[in-house]
Every structure is written in structure tokens, then in C-alpha cells.
């Protein structure tokens, strides 16, 4: 290039510079200035018909406020107006729509980023209908029963696992009906626990109680004994929908968006059974209990209520049962009941058909206690940590406050053979990052407790936690609403290490607190009905995923490609 | 009856016995005459035949249980006997039962199901018994024990036509307890997903229904940042206060629909500040409604403690703070009505109103001032007249350790009361004024905010006394006696007793006594509820230190 005049030169630049700013402006609006808005339509994801007076909230992603809410026009149409560049959630109600975040699975939805170039308009909003299952419980005589439980139960991922878990319990009305409403959809069960109403057991055989026709004193001079009709010493069977007695008989409900289905259970009264429980190790005057659980689905159970508990010497007799399997939890106590140490428990499973007795098993295999130290960081003042060991397959849980010094116990009358997923809570920012033992062996963060002997655990609490961001990218474009799970090493015991998400309409997600390790990271379309915690599930998927190794309290970032 | 089957027995066998005997053959020991044995044998052969009569003695009872509304028989009910050889069963589809194989014995049976009451529990405490008492023996006739039908009001809850899911209902329950009116909260219910409730298990009586208050953050029609919104308080059928609701008259058996429809209204900013209490004191707001019932409307404080808002629907209130401490406790209540946005209300915790109770006994001769003046002379008891949740009555009590003989009713609330005054001793009331009011004749009334004189009560022991019997048709007959001052029938007095009836201590003067065969659901305190009853009463004046006897009363029998 020839020299050009050196102040020319000079003024040139300036000028060069001001025509490049003021041409900037022209073509592009400064983003701060701009605000944008989230518009679209809300409609039934059953009939896909739009839906009117829906109620209708946004707020930023990480905040639970909402900024604004609305009702949706006569064609359901929403419109934010005036909103910040950033990430939001949105969520929705209606009658008979229960709130529901945007595309949201198990908890998760994907949020909506609002800013230049991106698109958050005439969005549809696919609100699901609630479904319900209603019925009407009956006796083997065909008369209503009320008043009495009906639990529902509901076959779903719990911690990437198939379990079904009880979701709620409600009475039957004065017509024997009973209602579950709002439901999502899934497979359900329902269960009835109940003691006929007219039941007369050992309360009254030959026993002096207290007031026995409830509600009516006998008359003066009139010992208040009222001996059985033995046609009416009954019980009712733990009973399904429908028509059995046992959890792996029970038929599915299975419910889609909407469905308002029908299952009605009858009770059927058979012969009540007495159960006969000795403990020669205790002694005179020691308290002495004992608590009935039942099985239900998968090991889990349910307590049983007891009315009709005799307590002797060393000898407990619970009257009134159905024929059944149950988990008796037998404790006494020492004398001074605040020592924790004193007490002393057994187990025992029983599948009772008939009248029966059992014994406590011979001493030295009581319970003993878990004891342990966490290593705690520094607590803040009032604040207290609790450790809570969790059963995946009986659902059980154990756990115990954690001390200013870190130290806990969990007396051996609470605790239960089994393999438990230890964690510790209400620490803050701070999570279990590895866990050491004598007495019981160690599987990634969990602990196989046997009952056979004193346990004491050592939990290490993490130093630093990561957060691992990136995009899902499904054929080069972001991909929104997509799961995301980061599968540690050794995912069998160590379900707490793992993080899921679910990709917001940029294609973005953010998985956080995560703990140093190595793991990988899995972008999988329509994958909330798979149980993400399974290995052998996981299988196909791992190959295309991508390896994280995690060290630090880093950002880590990753591109997955949806499966 | 079993004596006359033995003697008949007896005589058949002395009978036989004579026609037996052998006369000169038989020789018998010792001086025994042949009457004396014969005397012996009927005597042995008298109880062989009683001991054969235990043993055989079997008797059945036998019965029905039914519906007392409708007389249907009740199938599967639960029949129970108490007493030796008791038992238990359930009647068949005939709603019949029988029990067989029994000793002749005094028994009681009772019954019950599901969806009934037995007679005590649905009378409310009339005084009726639980137990039907029996005697068993080879003429017991057939029993029929009655259970009441259980009531039932259910509805439908709508707000523009459509079914409003999560609304609170609450039943109220009128009684009459003591010749008073008591409001008991009972039985409630949350709407459904459909807007439907249903509360089952009401025993017979008077109800008031209250639907609400509830809010949500239900914004207006494509509006942003609108107000919250939400449902006021209601009573059936379809008023804001407890006063001026329709009771709804359930009877045994019945199903009643109370369907109500409610607007959804704007939620109002209430906000304020609470002064008068110490450093470390906790503050307590609450909104109360005029039947005294507290709502749940969510109040925030500031973090200084002295500055309150809350969220409110429209309606009259009276906001109510307290603050505890040890040895204090302070309130404030503030009657307000809330129509829109309201701020600056200033509550003024004071030391809780404290009645003082003066009483001052006159003896009518110099001797009988011998009598040892008590601790507590008197009790008084206020009970709110207007209806009211609000739970307890308010009794005296005394000052102690602080100063022994001084009474006082303690932390009266606002509101307007019956004042009841008992003296302990052989006394009667000669008077009881408060400031002004005739206590024996009126209510009183504690404002809010400001003091109440004392309650001065003046006892005489020249009382006098009343004595009588109740007739219906020549008979004696048990009823219910009511003795009705003429000058202060809020004192009307009830007595329940089987045979002569006895009132001692009475105010000299004028009376007017009549006796019913209903006691315990008669509003006796009420002059209006005592109107159609005083025409047939008779009239009596008592003179001081009398004793009176009256000619026997007769019963009235008042229809239901």
C-alpha cells in the first residue's frame, strides 16, 4: 500500500470508527434496552382442544416467585409481555388440570429462554387432564362398608428404580365410597385395610375390659364381660382390586390422562387368628411392645393397627389378625427409658394361616446399634445434619441427628437387616462424597447392615461440587425437553451420585452438586419411563454418551448427542 | 310362675307318696311318726323336682331391631347382652335375633350399627338409656330395640357454575344444654374435585352450615399482576354471619341438600401495627368472625415484631392480638370491617379484662350471722348469649395468693353475656347488678377495649322452700318441673326427680311451676320458649323462710 499522508491517516481511524459504531446501532438494537415476551396456547393434551380460564404463571428458572400469572382468553391464549432476556419456567391450572410445568416429566420441565433470536412464542402448552379412580367397597354380604382405608399405590420410577410405592390413603363415606383424584397418569393398585365393624375377639374372652360395647355402659353391678359369638371373632384380609388377598395377584389400574376409572373391592370376613409372641428375656414389669407391619408390593410394608394386644410377662398375645404375612418388630425397654442402650428388639417374619406362637430367637443376635462420625466442614450455629440410611428394596429408613462434633446413633431398637444408601441432610451446599465401615461392608455409598454386631461408620462429607452445563444437540439443532442423567461409576451403589435434567428450550441444562468422580453423561429423548438407575437398562445408551471426569468445584461443559 | 308349678308338683307327689306308704307294715326307725315322714319325703322329693327344674330351665329372647323413623326392620345389627351367660349377635335380613339356652336372669341388651344412633345418643342426653333392661324367665315377650337414623347434609359448592374443589365446610351444631343455647362446632368436610361434600354421622338437631373463607392466587381475566383473589366466608344459605343464617331442622333418616353458590372476590390488604407489649413478648394476630371462630388468614410480621399485613376477604371481623410472657398475658381486639384496601390499624395490647365480684351477704336474724362467711360465696358463670363458637364459658375464681377473698372473672373477651350466679351455702341470690344492669334480668355486655365495673351480688339466707309431686291422669308420673321467677325468668330452675320434687332457697316472691314430660331441650332461660307453658303453670308466692307444698301438678304433655 503507497504511504498515505500520516494525518490523514490519524483522522481517517476516528472516522472510520464513528461510521462503524453508528452503523452498528442501526442494524442492531442494544440488547439491554429490549424486553420480549412469551406468547401461546394452552390446550388439553387428551383432546388437544384449547382450554379457557386456565391459570397461567411464569417466573425465572431458578426462583420459585411467580413474576406474573394470567388467565387465558376464550381460545386459551397466553402473552407475557415485558420480560427480560433469561430463562423462565411456566406452569399452568385449570379445573380438573392439576398444575403442571411446561412439558414437565417427574418433576422436571423445560424452561423457556427469552432473548434476542431465540424463539418463545406461540408456544402450545399441552396441559395433561387429571384422571381418578373411584369405587365402592362391599362385604361378602354385599352390604357397604365405611369408614375404613382405602390406600392407593402407584408403579413408577422411584430414584431410577421400578417401585411401587403407596401415594395416598383415604376413608370410604357413609355409601362405602371412597375417590382418588387428580392423578397423573400410570399404573396404580388399590388395597383395603380393615377390621369389620362388628368384630368381637379376645378382648372379651373371659378378660375383664374396660367399657366394651363402645359407647354404652353396662349396667351397675354388671361385670363388663360380654363373651364372643365366635361366628363374630373376624377379619378381614389385607384385600386388592381385584378380589385378591395377595400384592403379586393384585390387578393394575392403568391410567391415562383423564381416565376416570372404577374399582370397587369387596371384603371378605373370615375366621380371626391369635398370634402368640414369648420373650423369656424379659422381665417382670419391663415394658414390653410389639408392632405389626405387612407386606405389600416388593418387600415394601405397611403398618397394621393393633387393637387387640394382651401384654403378660414375656408374653404378648395380638388377637383379631386375617390370614396374612406380617413383620413382627418386637422391643422392650430398659428401665430407664431415656437410655437408649438398654433396649433390646427382634424381628421376625411370619405367614400366618392359623393360630400361631413365636419365640424370641436365642441371645446375642438382638440388634445392636450403628454408630459413626461424619466429617462435617463447619455446621452454622443451630442448625442440625441428620444421616439417613434408606432401603431401596423394603423402603425402610433409618436415621439419627447428627451432633455439633459429628457424631450419631442409631439405637438398635430402629435398626433392620438390610442394604441402605446413606446421606446426610439439611447440610448446606454439602453432600456425602464417600462412606467407610467396620462392622459391615461397603458398596459405593452404601452399607449392607446384617444385625449381627455394632456398627460404626465413617461419612465423609464432600469439600467441593461441581456443575456440569451443555447443550442436547439432536441432528446439529438444540433439542429441548430431553432427559438428561450423568451416570456415575459403579451406578448399582451409587445411586446418590447420580444428576438428571431436562434440556429448556435452547437445548440447555445444568446438572449441579456434582461430586468429584468419573461418569457419564447421557441425552436420551422419551426416556422419563425408563429406569434410569438400572445398569443393564442403561446399557445400550452408554456407548454413544460422553465421559466426564470430575475433579474440582468446576463448571464442566459437555455437547450430547440425543439418543 | 315357678312357685305354682312346684306345688303342683309337690301335692302330686304327696299323693303319691300317702298312697304308698304301707300301713302296718312298715316299721320306721326310731319315734318318727308317719306324718313327720311324710313331711321328710315331700320335703326331699320337693327339692329333687327344683334341682330337675334348674337343670332344664332353658329360655330364649328373642326380639327385632328398628329404624324408630321409619319401623323397617334393621338387618346385620349388632345385638348385645351383658350379664352372665351374655352374648352377642347379629340380626338376620328380617332384622331379627334370637338368643336361646338362657338361665332366668335381669339383663340389658343394647344394639348398634353403622349409619344409626342408639336412643341416648341421639336424644342428646334427655336422659334416656343406652339399655333396654329385660327379665328373663318362660314369659319374656319379644323385644324391640329402636335406633335412630343417622342425618346427612351434603351439597354441591359452585362459583360460576362450576364446581369449586378445596373449599373448607364447617357445621355448627345448636343445642340446648341447661335450658341455654350452646353452638358447637361439628363435623366438617373440603369439597371435592367436583365442588360436592357430604358429611355423614349427624346425630338429629339444628344445624347452621359455613362455607369458606378460601383464596388462591386466581387472577382476572388476561390481566398480569392482578390482585389475588378469593371466597368470603358464608353461611347457608348464603349469608356473611352466623346471627342471621337459617338453621336447617335435620331430622332421623334425612339427607339435606345445601348447595351454595359463591363469587370470587378480590383479596384485600390489611395492614398495621400492634403496640403495648415488652421486648421478647411473642404477638399473636388473628382475624375472628362475629360467631367468635378464628380464620386462617395468613398474617406476616415484620421482623421487629410490631408491624403485621395480611391478606383478607371482604367481611366484619374483629382482629385479635395477644401477646404472652410469663407472668403477663395482654390482648387487644379491634371490631373492623374490611371492604377494600385498609392500613394504619393500631391494636393497643392491654392487661386482659378482669370483672371484679363483690358480694355481700345480709342474715335475717343476728344468730344466723354465726355462719362462717366462705371463701368463695358465690360462683359466677357467663355464657355468651349471641351464638357463639368461641368456646368456654367464663367462671370466677379467686385472686389467690395475692389476695384470698377477692373474686373476679378473668380475660373476659368482648362480646354479650348471661350471668349466672350460684351461691355456695344456704343462700339465694337477692340481687346481682353490674353498673346499672339487672344481671338477674339482662345480659352484660364487655366492650372491647374498656373496663367493666364490679359485679356486686347481694345473698340473703331467709330463702324459701317448694315441694310437690307430679300426677298425669291420677297417677304418679315422672316429668320435668320448671319453677319460673314472674319478676326474673332467666332464673327459671329445672328439676328431674322420680316421686316429690324439692326446691330449697328460693327468692321470696312469685312463681309460676308447671311440669312437663320434656325437660332437657327446653330453652327454659328463654321467656319466649316458657310462653306456651305458663298458661296451664300454677301460680305460687313464696314469703320468706316458707314451706310450701303443692297440690300435686299435672303433666303436660307437650307434642314433638
Not at chain 2, 99 to 128: V, W, Y
Request: charged share 20%.
Amino acid at each position: 500500500m503507497p504511504e498515505s499522508n500520516p494525518i490523514s491517516r490519524r483522522i481517517i481511524w476516528p472516522i472510520a470508527l464513528a461510521l462503524a459504531a453508528f452503523a452498528q446501532e442501526k442494524v442492531t438494537p442494544t440488547p439491554a434496552k429490549q424486553s420480549f415476551r412469551i406468547t401461546g396456547t394452552v390446550v388439553s393434551a387428551l383432546t388437544a382442544q384449547p382450554l379457557a380460564h386456565t391459570e397461567v404463571e411464569i417466573g425465572w428458572a431458578l426462583k420459585s416467585e411467580t413474576e406474573q400469572s394470567l388467565v387465558t382468553t376464550d381460545d386459551g391464549q397466553f402473552q407475557f409481555d415485558g420480560l427480560p432476556p433469561g430463562k423462565y419456567w411456566l406452569r399452568a391450572a385449570r379445573n380438573g388440570f392439576s398444575r403442571q410445568g411446561f412439558d414437565e416429566h417427574d418433576g422436571y420441565f423445560t424452561g423457556i429462554v427469552v432473548g434476542p433470536g431465540l424463539q418463545s412464542a406461540d408456544l402450545i402448552f399441552r396441559l395433561r387432564p387429571d384422571a381418578s379412580i373411584s369405587g365402592m367397597i362391599t362385604d361378602e354380604q354385599n352390604e357397604l362398608v365405611r369408614d375404613v382405608q382405602v390406600m392407593l399405590f402407584r408403579s413408577g420410577i422411584e430414584n431410577g428404580r421400578r417401585a411401587t410405592t403407596l401415594q395416598g390413603q383415604v376413608s370410604s363415606n357413609d355409601q362405602g365410597r371412597y375417590r382418588f383424584s387428580h392423578l397423573s397418569p400410570g399404573t396404580y393398585f388399590v388395597a383395603v385395610s380393615a377390621r369389620p365393624w362388628y368384630a368381637q375377639g379376645l378382648e372379651q374372652r373371659g378378660r375383664r375390659v374396660r367399657g366394651r360395647v363402645r359407647g354404652v355402659q353396662p349396667p351397675e353391678g354388671e361385670p363388663d364381660i360380654v363373651p364372643p359369638n365366635p361366628a363374630l371373632d373376624v377379619a378381614y384380609p389385607l384385600s386388592y382390586y381385584s378380589g385378591a388377598t395377595e400384592a403379586n395377584s393384585a390387578t393394575p389400574i392403568v391410567l391415562k390422562a383423564g381416565d376416570r376409572a372404577s374399582a370397587d373391592v369387596g371384603l371378605t370376613a373370615v375366621h380371626a387368628l391369635t398370634l402368640r409372641i414369648h420373650d423369656p428375656s424379659v422381665s417382670p414389669g419391663q415394658p414390653f411392645g410389639a408392632t405389626l407391619e405387612q407386606h405389600v408390593f416388593e418387600g415394601r410394608t405397611i403398618p397394621v393397627p393393633q387393637e387387640n394386644a394382651q401384654t403378660r410377662k414375656g408374653e404378648i398375645d395380638i388377637s383379631g389378625l386375617p390370614p396374612g404375612e406380617f413383620v413382627v418388630n418386637v422391643q422392650s425397654f430398659g428401665k430407664d427409658n431415656n437410655n437408649a442402650k438398654d433396649t433390646h428388639g427382634w424381628t421376625q417374619t411370619i405367614s400366618l394361616s392359623s393360630d400361631a406362637d413365636i419365640t424370641a430367637p436365642a441371645a446375642g443376635t438382638a440388634s445392636a446399634p450403628i454408630t459413626g462420625v461424619v466429617t462435617l466442614g463447619g455446621m452454622p450455629p443451630g442448625r442440625r445434619a441428620y444421616i439417613q440410611l434408606r432401603s431401596r428394596a423394603s423402603g425402610n429408613t433409618l436415621g439419627a441427628e447428627v451432633s455439633p462434633k459429628g457424631e450419631f446413633e442409631i439405637p438398635p431398637s430402629e435398626v433392620r437387616p438390610g442394604t441402605y444408601q446413606v446421606s446426610v441432610t439439611n447440610l448446606p451446599e454439602s453432600i456425602v462424597a464417600s462412606v467407610a465401615a467396620s462392622g459391615a461392608k461397603v458398596l459405593g455409598q452404601s452399607v449392607v447392615i446384617t444385625g449381627a454386631g455394632p456398627v460404626q461408620l465413617t461419612v465423609t462429607m464432600s469439600e467441593g461440587l461441581a456443575t456440569v452445563t451443555g447443550i442436547a444437540m439432536k441432528d446439529e439443532k438444540p433439542s429441548g425437553g430431553v432427559m438428561i442423567v450423568l451416570v456415575p461409576q459403579d451406578p448399582e451403589n451409587n445411586t446418590a451420585l447420580f444428576r438428571r435434567d431436562q434440556s429448556d428450550s435452547d437445548g440447555s441444562f445444568n446438572l449441579r452438586q456434582v461430586l468429584p468422580g468419573k461418569y457419564t453423561a447421557l441425552a436420551i429423548e422419551n426416556g422419563w419411563d425408563l429406569e434410569w438407575a438400572n445398569p443393564s437398562v442403561l446399557k445400550p445408551y452408554i456407548k454413544d454418551g460422553e465421559a466426564v471426569d470430575i475433579s474440582g468445584s468446576r463448571k464442566y461443559e459437555v455437547k450430547l448427542k440425543v439418543q | 310362675m315357678p312357685e305354682t308349678v312346684h306345688s303342683r308338683a309337690v301335692r302330686q307327689v304327696q299323693v303319691h307318696l300317702l298312697s304308698r306308704v304301707p300301713r302296718p307294715k312298715l316299721r320306721l326307725s326310731g319315734d318318727v311318726h308317719p306324718t313327720q315322714a311324710t313331711a321328710l319325703l315331700v320335703f326331699l322329693a320337693y327339692l329333687l323336682t327344683a334341682q330337675a327344674f334348674a337343670q332344664n330351665a332353658s329360655f330364649t329372647l328373642s326380639g327385632s331391631v328398628v329404624n324408630s323413623v321409619t319401623g323397617e326392620p334393621i338387618p346385620r345389627a349388632l345385638v348385645q347382652m351383658f350379664a352372665g351367660g351374655g352374648n352377642s349377635t347379629l340380626t338376620d335380613s328380617d332384622g331379627h335375633f334370637q338368643f336361646d339356652g338362657l338361665a332366668a336372669m335381669q339383663t340389658a341388651l343394647t344394639a348398634r350399627k353403622p349409619g344409626f344412633f342408639n336412643e341416648q345418643e341421639a336424644s342428646q342426653g334427655q336422659g334416656m338409656s343406652a339399655l333396654t333392661r329385660i327379665t328373663i324367665g318362660p314369659n319374656t315377650s319379644s323385644v324391640v330395640l329402636k335406633l335412630v337414623p343417622e342425618g346427612i347434609i351434603s351439597g354441591h359448592v359452585t362459583a360460576d357454575g362450576e364446581g369449586i374443589e378445596n373449599i373448607p365446610v364447617k357445621l355448627v351444631h345448636l343445642r340446648i344444654i341447661d335450658g341455654r343455647r350452646r353452638w358447637e362446632q361439628t363435623g366438617n368436610a373440603t369439597t371435592d374435585s367436583d365442588g360436592e361434600f357430604r358429611i355423614a354421622s349427624l346425630v338429629p338437631g339444628m344445624y347452621y352450615a359455613a362455607f369458606g373463607p378460601n383464596w388462591g392466587p386466581l387472577a382476572a381475566v388476561g390481566n398480569p399482576k392482578s390482585r389475588e383473589r378469593g371466597y368470603a366466608e358464608v353461611f347457608f344459605p348464603g349469608v356473611p354471619d352466623l346471627a342471621s343464617a337459617a338453621p336447617i331442622d335435620l331430622s332421623g333418616g334425612q339427607q339435606f341438600e345445601a348447595d351454595i353458590s359463591l363469587k370470587a372476590e378480590p383479596l384485600y390488604h390489611v395492614s398495621g401495627a400492634v403496640s403495648g407489649y415488652a421486648a421478647g413478648q411473642g404477638v399473636n394476630l388473628s382475624f375472628v368472625n362475629s360467631a367468635g371462630d378464628t380464620l386462617p388468614f395468613p398474617v406476616q410480621f415484620s421482623r421487629q415484631g410490631s408491624e403485621f399485613q395480611a391478606q383478607v376477604t371482604s367481611g366484619s371481623y374483629t382482629l385479635h392480638a395477644e401477646a404472652f410472657s410469663e407472668n403477663s398475658s395482654l390482648q387487644a381486639n379491634l371490631p373492623v370491617t374490611i371492604s377494600a384496601d385498609t392500613a394504619g390499624i393500631h391494636l393497643v395490647l392491654e392487661p386482659d379484662v378482669s370483672i371484679p365480684v363483690i358480694v355481700r351477704t345480709e342474715f335475717s336474724s343476728s344468730q344466723a350471722a354465726k355462719v362462717v362467711p366462705q371463701n368463695m360465696p358465690v360462683t359466677v358463670q357467663l355464657t355468651s348469649s349471641l351464638p357463639s363458637l368461641a368456646a368456654s364459658d367464663y367462671f370466677s375464681s379467686l385472686d389467690a395468693p395475692a389476695n384470698p377473698s377477692a373474686l373476679a372473672l378473668r380475660d373476659v373477651e368482648p362480646g354479650r353475656y348471661a350471668a349466672q350466679v350460684t351461691p355456695n351455702g344456704p343462700f339465694y341470690v337477692q340481687s346481682a347488678q353490674c353498673g346499672g344492669i339487672d344481671l338477674l334480668r339482662d345480659d352484660l355486655t364487655v366492650p372491647a377495649g374498656s373496663r367493666v365495673p364490679p359485679i356486686e351480688v347481694v345473698l340473703r339466707d331467709d330463702g324459701a322452700s317448694l315441694t310437690g309431686t307430679v300426677n298425669s291422669e291420677g297417677q304418679s308420673a315422672r316429668g320435668a318441673v320448671f319453677l319460673v321467677p314472674d319478676r326474673t325468668p332467666r332464673q327459671t330452675k329445672m328439676a328431674r326427680e322420680q316421686g316429690q320434687f324439692r326446691f330449697t332457697n328460693l327468692a321470696p316472691g312469685d312463681y309460676g311451676v308447671f311440669a312437663a314430660d320434656r325437660g332437657a331441650d327446653l330453652e327454659y332461660t328463654n321467656s319466649e320458649a316458657l310462653s306456651p307453658y305458663l298458661g296451664k303453670a300454677a301460680h305460687v308466692t313464696l314469703p320468706p323462710n316458707g314451706n310450701v307444698n303443692l297440690p300435686p301438678l299435672d303433666l303436660i304433655h307437650a307434642g314433638k
